[in-house]
């Protein structure tokens, strides 16, 4: 099936740990992003990445790196977790200049 | 960034009713997207609209984008409670959503 695909669907850490989730797609898209989505559903973007440039919301806290080891994957690394950073993260894709994005099936990260 | 409004927040209406949701900015799009998300999945696109004045039908959705793209709305006809979800627009060249309309059908 051509999609997005991130895992893992589910992570519990503990506060101060480092953990990381890996997405992949085989839609052929040149852009890739990951999205926060908080208890209110309010879906926030963090990163937009292609092999030209990487493109960082300011508000995310430089604990939270992107990794693309190629252009279909792109993982998010976060360091010293905290309790903040629980939420569902949502790994996408699109064309560059293209008119939708499409989602992964998102990462619920519990931060005990 | 421009920043987009989506109203109602809640909407929770019985099946076979109909119901209008609405996206809005203070500035104009270039295009805007329409997603749905179930709980536990992520978003999928519904529909984009481009052109001012834009009617784009499918099933028993109707949007439309407003004639000076700056806003624009999700009718859906009879209600039924597998429309169930969270509603997102979103727009711009890295995709930045609004906050949502969650709505329940109920049987």
């Known amino acids: 099936d051509t999609a997005v695909s991130q895992t893992p669907k589910y992570l519990v850490t503990q506060m101060g740990n480092d953990k990381s989730i890996k997405c992949e797609q085989n839609?052929?898209?040149?852009?890739m992003y990951w999205y926060k989505q908080d208890s209110k559903k309010f879906l926030k973007i963090m990163f937009s990445y292609n092999n030209k440039e990487l493109i960082i919301n300011e508000t995310v806290p430089n604990r939270f790196s992107p990794k693309s080891p190629d252009k279909a994957h792109l993982n998010l690394h976060i360091n010293s977790l905290e309790l903040g950073d629980s939420a569902v993260y949502f790994c996408?894709?699109?064309?560059?200049?293209?008119?939708?994005?499409?989602f992964g099936p998102g990462t619920r990260l519990t931060v005990l | 960034t421009q920043l987009l409004e989506q109203s109602p927040q809640f909407l929770s209406i019985q099946e076979g009713e109909n119901l209008t949701v609405y996206c809005n900015s203070s500035?104009?799009?270039?295009?805007l997207q329409w997603y749905r998300q179930e709980p536990g999945e992520g978003p999928v696109l519904l529909v984009t609209v481009v052109t001012g004045g834009e009617v784009k039908k499918l099933k028993r959705l109707t949007f439309q984008f407003g004639d000076a793209r700056k806003d624009s709305s999700l009718h859906n006809t009879a209600a039924q409670p597998g429309d169930t979800g969270l509603y997102l627009c979103?727009?711009?060249?890295?995709?930045?959503f609004g906050p949502g309309t969650r709505l329940s059908v109920l049987p």
């Open positions: 979103a727009h711009g060249q890295n995709f930045v």
């Open positions: 500035s104009v799009f270039s295009s």
């Open positions: 839609l052929g898209h040149d852009t």
């Open positions: 996408a894709s699109s064309q560059v200049r293209g008119r939708y994005v499409s």
